[in-house]
Structure formats: structure tokens, C-alpha cells
């Protein structure tokens, strides 16, 4: 390497240090999450660019910002990885299997030195051991190529603009990253004023503008003869927003604009230009000028200047600024030294008019998603407090009840009441408003499955494939969270003991590449997750035979189960089929584990088997723990919850109305019979026979059922809490609320008890 | 109407239209030191940018729009070849807020 890192700007101190530190963790983890992906992508299919192009980009971005901290491991490692990318994306090194795991490899110990890096600000010093290692090994599969070939033919599938390259710098500068952008030179039609066109008002809104240019086509004229209806403007832009976009905006002027390619890269490698830079410290150039752009950087100054002076003594270059410069300075510096590279002959720059002028401010929120990371601890305080919100709000018809009976003023119940449904309607939609940050899409849990998928078949020697579908279905972060650990046992399991080896399967006539599919979707209130192979299947006379050796079940019940509920005998605790426990699965902790956790989510987990020809395990989550909206009814004094997504409608009728067919009753509602059920007499009390019967219309799968109460309460909505403790396990109950005026609400479970 | 024309200034106010251009560029045709006021301007049709740049009346005042005063700034770049005209406008500029100054301590 030409050039050794510059020591760090400065030892981690003060809070903002941090705060870079942390963000850089934060970013780091994301780019390397979207590189492990765009690689596995590439190792299917090592043609496809935009993969390759992905990769390349989360890698540079990790190297750049690697160097703003003293990590000159991770930078080794990285700058390599890079090389053999550049490599890879001009063709001249193939992609395959043993290349993925290489850089999969150097991935997994990226991820682990920032790990370290968060944890104790430096990297063990067996880091650079590792990272000269894989550069080595990286440099060995460039090395049977040794090109060094400039990359300067790099199809750009569009036209190539020479001033783009030109300004390639002062456009990657404003752009903030190094590209593509697309880059735009436009000469409307010098009649264009009298179709409507405003060439500036066209240029001024481009999407994702970074950069722009604008002067006469041609000299003026002697202000004599000047026709200001004669369109002679040249603009040229860049932007950073994607070809088809901008090929959309222009979509009504072809013929006026050209549209080309700015590749990132590109313009480094000028040809020819001794006075380059080496790439290595315009990375480092332009990591101090994306550190001075970061809002919180002004305790840095003095680093970042330290870090310029440094990279200028290593190159033998003067150092554009005197003393302790200031921001304006430093990024005056920056854009100089960047300017020594891309522009290494002023004689280049001729053909400029106008001075460039990269906007900034107004225009950049267009480029950037306007999102805001923030910590979960606040959300979730956040939905604590509307959840007290909801259970204090609850209290009010209490109040206005009290205000009437208790001291007579009924107007003033009245007026309560009207509050309340104000109140109601704001503390509902903020809820809503909560759930909605909290929801997240589980392709955020699902992306990690393909690494683990192809890791273990490659282990066990299998061809798998794993099928994701509905990554875009949503739940609550904590339902998503709270699966990552099951869904990865019930794959390991699948591959471990579902999956065939290669050659059972072509004795039993499959395909050789076996699927794995996990799919997601919404029913209702709840979130599926559907996993299934084509596998062997559970055998489900195994099954009995082990629960009968493991003592789980005696051998008479065992011969009773059907072949369906004896497969679920796997969810049992200590239940464990494999022969062998691999390392991988099988060690006895395997379904039940699994069925825990989706129970105490509130969920349930079933398992359909055909024997030979896969397995599939069905997850079903409720969506969110979010406020349950119920019913209460009265019943001998005490109040019950029913969740209101059950309730039809609810109707007060004449006990002579009811029909009696021996022991069971039903009424007769718009031409249909409905059975009745009384809930005294599912609850075991006695029996109480009101002038009118309170008869409430449910739905409960695809029946419908009348359930007699004592009388109806209230709606509201409440945090349900499931049973915790010794009463964990009492049936016909869902669990309990607190409500407004301090009573404990019990939420029947009538899925259960009916 | 977006352009004011007072003396020898013209005071472009809002959004200036394709039409606008017309009048601008015959009214700074007709004397050579008049003067544009942008600080009110809030758009400019292409049209009256063209007129500015090849006219190249003095501006007083860039416009107050920030993402505006930086096209501007683009297409008008200060002339290098007047360079006693850069000095009188420097002079000029600061002569009003000297005079204010010294108002301000009357």
C-alpha cells in the first residue's frame, strides 16, 4: 500500500467522539448486513451487477468510514476485500463458492471488530494478524490476473459527459458519497419559450440534484441584438437519484438533454496523471470532508485538520492551510486536495464558464430519507404512557356515572361524557399512531435466514434453497424480535432432520436442490409464519416410540394419538428424535423451546407433517400487544371483558322468545336459529332468570352463538395482561385488565370455553 | 406586477414570468447603469435569467431565497474582465451600512 492510515484523529474522548463512534457502529452494522446479503445474492447468480454493485458500495462505505477511527485492521482487511471486488464487478475475477465463503468469512470478522470496537473503542491486536491474512488470501485470487489495468472502460450503458469527469470530484463532494450519479447536459430548444418550457424551472427541480451547472450555449450577442426569447442556456447537472427517474423528469424534451453515467470510481484513475492522488487518501480526503459535514462535529476541527496534515505529509504534498483553521477553511482544504487529484491540469477545467456551485440546504433533503433513529426504550416508555393514558381516560364514565347518581347533577355527566369521547378519539389514534412505529416489516428477521441456510447445507453437504415470501408483512417489534430465536430452531431443524442428503433424494425421485420455504402473512389481528420443506416428514410411529422411551406418554395413550396429534408429541418437553445430536440442533431443547416462546406471545404453533414428503410448522402471532378493545358485561356483580371483535350485535329479549329443544336453548334471529349458551352456567353459578333476557350475538369462528349475561356494560379498550404466575395456566381466560376505577377486569376466553 | 421599475433601478418581486422578460430587457437596454433588485425574488422564469446573464445589469441585492441566490450565483458569475466596476460595487455596498451606522450613533 502506498500510504499507511493516518493514526486516528484522536482518542475516543468527549461525547461526540462517542456519539460518531456509536453512529459508525450503527451504520457499520447495516452496511454489513446489506453486503452479507447482496453476496449471497452474487454467489447464485455472479452476473447479476446490481448485486455486485451493492456489495462493492457496503464495502467501501464501511472502509470510509473505518478510517475516520484508528481501526487499521478493519481498513486493511476491507481496502482488500474492495480490490477483489473491483475486480470481480470488471469481470476479471469470477465469483464463486469458495470466494463467498473467503469474504463471508471477512465479513463475519468485520462484524465482530466492530463489536469489539463498541465495546472497548480498540481492536485486539491479533486483528491485523487476521486481516493480513484474508488480504492475503484476497490479493492471492487477484494475483493469478495481475492486471493492473486502470478500470477507465467501465460500460456505463449511457453517454459518457467529459465534464462530469472533470467535476467528478466537486459533484462527489456535494453528492456525499462517490456514486454513480447520473449526470444530465441540457440545451432546450431555442424556441422552447414558446412551447411553455422554463428550462431553469425543469433544471431546478430534477430529482436528487447534488450538482449543478448553467451557462449560454453560444456567446452572447451585443445587448443590441439580444432576443431574450431565444433560449441559449446550457445547464448540466448530476444527480444522485436513479437513471430511470431522471430519464422520467426529461420524459418531454429528448432531444434537448443527454443523459450519462457518473461511475464512482471513474474519475480516481485519471489516466495519466502523475499528480493523482493515491485512491486510499482520497478515501481518507473524503471521509474528513463527510466528518465536517456531520452536524455534530465541532470539537473535531482541530482532529480533522490534524488528519489532512497527516495525509498531506505522507503523500510529500503541501498542506492547503496555516495554522488552526476553521470549518470554512478545512472544507476549502478538503475540496483542494480532492481537486489535486481529479484535476490534476487547470487547462482542463477551460472549457468551464460558469463557476460550479453545489447546492446545498434546500435541495438535499430530497436526496436523503427523512427518517430519525431513535432508541426503543423511548418508544416503549412512550406506549407505556398511552397505555395509562388508556386506563386513566377509562375512569371518566366512572366519574360522569358518579357526578350523576352520586351528586346529582346530570348535566354534568353529560358534559364528562362529551370530554371523554374526545379524549377517546385522540387516545386511540395515538395509539394507533404508537403501534405504527412499533411495527416492523420481518423481512428484517427473515434476512438473516439465507447466511444460516446456506451455511448449515453447505456443512451437511445439502442443496438447499430457501423461498422467502411476505417479507413485507408487518408485526410488532417485540413479536419479531421474540421469533428470531424459534424460527432459526425450526430451520435448523428442518435442514438438520426434515432435509435429505443429496442422494436419498435422488433415490426417492426429488429434486436434487431441496426448498425451504418461509412465508408470512396477515389473518386478521394475527401474523403467520409458515415454514415447510420437502423433506422426509416426521414419522410419526417414531415419534410415539421415542415419547414412550422418554417416558412422556404411556404406550396406551400413544397407540390412541392419530398419526396428526401424534406428531405434536414433539412439542413436549425433553422430546429430542435426532440419532445423533449434531451440532446443530437435537439437543433436546428443540420444539418445546419453540412453543414456549410463541405461547408467551400469545401465539400457538402447529405442525403438519406428510410422511416423504415435507414438513410444515405454522406460527401464528397476534400482530401486536396492543390494546385490546372489549365488551364488558355484568355478571352477578362482577364484570367480565369479551374481546369485541367477537361481538355481532346485542339484543335484549323476551325469555318467552327463547326456545327450548331438550336441553339446549336458541332464539330465532331474522330467519335464523342461534344456540344459546348461558354464561352462569359455563362459569358454574346459579341460575337467574331476569323479565329480559341479555342475549350477546357472537362470532366465534364461522358459528354463531348466542351467550346469555346478566346485562351489558361499556366498551373500552385495555392493556390485557396474560395470567402470570400459578394462575398461568387457567383455562378460559385470556388474562385480566386493570380498569379505571381500580377493579380487575377477567377477559373470557370463549374460543376456549365454547 | 413582479418587476418594479423605480429610477434606475428594477425591483423583481415574487415570481417572475416568461412575459416579464420583454420589458426587463428592453427597459435595461435603454440605459446602461440601471440596476436590479432581486432581494424580493422568489422564482425567474429562464427567459429573465437569460436577460440578466446577458446583459449583466449590476445586481444590489441577491435574492433572500437561498437555493435561487446560489442558480443565480451559477449563471452570473462576477465579471472578471471590470474589475474597477467589482470595486465600485464593493464601495457601494458598504457605504449605506456605514451611513446607517453613523446615523444610528446621531
Known amino acids: 500500500m502506498p500510504l499507511k492510515p493516518p493514526p486516528s484523529p484522536a482518542p475516543p474522548v468527549g461525547a461526540e467522539q462517542a456519539e460518531l463512534a456509536a453512529s459508525f457502529v450503527e451504520e457499520a452494522r447495516v452496511l454489513l448486513e446489506q453486503a452479507g446479503e447482496a453476496l449471497l445474492t452474487l454467489e447464485r447468480d455472479p452476473a447479476d451487477q446490481e448485486a455486485i454493485n451493492a456489495l462493492f458500495r457496503a464495502v467501501h462505505s464501511i472502509k470510509g468510514a473505518a478510517g475516520l477511527f484508528d481501526l487499521p485492521a478493519m481498513v486493511h482487511l476491507v481496502h482488500a476485500g474492495e480490490d477483489l471486488l473491483s475486480a470481480m464487478r470488471e469481470g476479471r475475477v469470477r465469483m464463486d463458492s469458495a470466494a463467498a465463503d473467503e469474504l463471508l468469512e471477512g465479513l463475519d470478522h468485520v462484524g465482530q471488530w466492530i463489536g469489539l470496537f463498541q465495546q472497548d473503542g480498540v481492536l485486539p491486536p491479533a486483528a491485523m494478524e487476521i486481516a493480513r491474512r484474508y488480504a492475503a488470501a484476497y490479493r492471492a485470487r487477484l494475483g493469478g490476473t495481475g492486471d493492473p489495468q486502470p478500470a477507465g472502460e467501465v460500460a456505463t450503458g449511457g453517454t459518457r459527459h ?42 431546478r427541480t430534477i430529482p436528487g440534484l447534488v450538482w449543478f451547472d448553467i451557462a449560454p450555449r453560444e456567446a452572447w450577442p451585443d445587448p443590441r441584438l439580444f432576443d431574450p426569447y431565444v433560449c441559449n442556456l446550457r445547464i448540466r447537472l448530476a444527480s444522485c437519484a436513479l437513471l430511470e427517474e431522471v ?10 438533454v443527454t443523459i450519462g453515467l457518473l461511475h464512482g470510481s471513474a474519475p480516481s484513475p485519471v489516466v495519466g496523471a502523475p499528480a493523482a492522488l493515491p485512491p486510499l487518501a482520497v478515501e481518507l480526503i473524503e471521509a474528513q470532508r463527510s466528518a465536517l459535514a456531520e452536524p455534530a462535529r465541532a470539537g473535531q476541527i482541530a482532529d480533522i485538520a490534524a488528519t489532512l496534515r497527516n495525509i498531506c505529509a505522507a503523500l510529500g504534498q503541501p498542506v492547503p492551510f496555516a495554522g488552526t483553521p476553521d470549518e470554512a477553511a478545512l472544507a476549502a482544504a478538503t475540496a483542494e486536495l480532492l481537486t489535486r487529484d481529479a484535476l490534476p491540469d487547470a487547462a482542463a477545467n477551460a472549457d468551464v464558464a460558469g463557476e460550479a456551485v453545489p447546492p446545498t440546504g434546500a435541495v438535499r433533503p430530497d436526496t436523503t430519507e427523512r427518517t430519525l433513529r431513535v432508541e426503543q426504550g423511548r418508544i416503549d416508555t412512550l406506549m407505556n404512557l398511552v397505555g395509562e393514558l388508556v386506563v386513566a381516560k377509562n375512569a371518566l364514565p366512572f366519574l360522569a356515572r358518579d357526578a350523576e347518581n352520586r351528586f346529582g347533577s346530570r348535566e354534568l355527566a353529560r358534559e364528562i361524557k362529551e370530554r371523554y369521547a374526545v379524549i377517546d378519539r385522540i387516545a386511540r389514534q395515538m395509539q394507533g399512531a404508537v403501534m405504527d412505529i412499533r411495527m416492523m416489516p420481518v423481512s428484517d428477521l427473515f434476512k438473516r435466514f439465507p447466511r444460516m441456510v446456506r451455511d448449515i447445507a453447505r456443512k451437511q453437504d445439502k442443496q438447499v434453497q430457501l423461498v422467502i415470501e411476505g417479507e413485507t408483512t408487518e408485526a410488532d417489534k417485540n413479536v419479531i424480535e421474540a421469533l428470531a430465536e424459534p424460527l432459526t430452531h425450526i430451520l435448523r431443524n428442518s435442514l438438520d432432520h426434515g432435509i435429505e442428503t443429496g442422494a436419498e433424494r435422488r433415490a426417492l425421485g426429488k429434486p436434487d436442490v431441496a426448498t425451504v420455504r418461509l412465508v408470512a402473512s396477515q389473518e386478521g389481528d394475527s401474523v403467520v409464519i409458515d415454514i415447510s420443506d420437502d423433506g422426509r416428514g416426521v414419522d410419526p410411529d417414531r415419534v410415539r416410540a421415542k415419547a414412550i422411551e422418554r417416558a412422556l406418554i404411556d404406550a396406551e395413550r400413544a397407540a390412541q394419538l392419530t398419526d396428526e396429534q401424534a406428531v405434536q408429541l414433539v412439542f413436549l418437553p425433553g422430546f429430542s428424535t435426532a440419532e445423533a445430536i449434531s451440532d446443530l440442533s437435537g439437543r433436546g431443547v428443540g420444539m418445546d423451546a419453540v412453543r414456549s416462546v410463541i405461547e408467551r406471545l400469545g401465539g400457538e404453533v402447529t405442525l403438519q407433517s406428510r410422511p416423504g414428503e415435507g414438513t410444515t410448522v405454522r406460527l401464528r402471532l397476534p400482530l401486536s400487544m396492543a390494546v385490546t378493545r372489549v365488551l364488558t358485561v355484568d355478571l352477578a356483580g362482577q364484570a367480565y371483558g369479551i374481546p369485541m371483535d367477537l361481538v355481532v350485535e346485542t339484543v335484549r329479549t323476551d325469555p318467552a322468545a327463547i326456545r327450548r329443544l331438550k336441553a339446549a336453548e336458541a332464539i330465532v334471529r331474522r330467519d335464523t336459529v342461534i344456540p344459546l349458551i348461558r354464561l352462569r352456567t359455563l362459569l358454574g353459578m346459579e341460575e337467574h332468570r331476569p323479565s329480559l333476557e341479555s342475549v350477546l350475538i357472537l362470532r366465534i369462528g364461522h358459528a354463531t352463538v348466542g351467550l346469555v349475561v346478566d346485562d351489558f356494560g361499556t366498551g373500552m379498550d385495555i392493556i390485557l395482561k396474560p395470567f402470570a404466575g400459578i394462575l398461568a395456566n387457567m383455562s378460559g381466560f385470556s388474562g385480566t385488565a386493570v380498569l379505571g376505577d381500580g377493579r380487575v377486569l377477567l377477559v373470557l376466553n370463549l374460543k376456549e370455553m365454547l | 406586477m413582479p418587476i418594479r421599475f423605480a429610477g434606475a433601478r428594477a425591483v423583481l418581486e415574487g415570481h417572475c414570468t416568461v412575459e416579464e422578460a420583454h420589458d426587463l430587457s428592453e427597459w435595461l437596454l435603454a440605459a446602461r447603469a440601471r440596476k436590479i433588485d432581486l432581494s424580493g425574488c422568489t422564482g425567474l422564469h429562464a427567459a429573465v435569467l437569460q436577460c440578466l446573464m446577458a446583459l449583466r445589469p449590476e445586481m444590489i441585492a441577491a435574492p433572500s431565497d437561498g437555493d435561487l441566490a446560489r442558480w443565480l450565483a451559477a449563471a452570473l458569475p462576477a465579471p472578471p474582465a471590470l474589475p474597477p466596476h467589482r470595486t465600485q460595487t464593493r464601495r457601494r455596498r458598504s457605504k449605506p451600512a456605514a451611513l446607517r451606522r453613523s446615523g444610528a450613533t446621531l
Open chain 1, 162 to 203: 467529459a465534464w462530469a469527469d472533470d467535476h467528478g470530484a466537486a459533484i462527489q463532494d456535494s453528492g456525499g458519497h462517490d456514486g454513480p450519479f447520473v449526470t444530465v447536459e441540457y440545451c432546450p430548444d431555442p424556441a422552447c419559450f414558446f412551447s411553455g418550457e422554463d428550462p431553469l424551472h425543469v433544471a
Open chain 1, 247 to 256: 430519464e422520467q423528469h426529461f420524459r418531454y424534451m429528448p432531444d434537448a
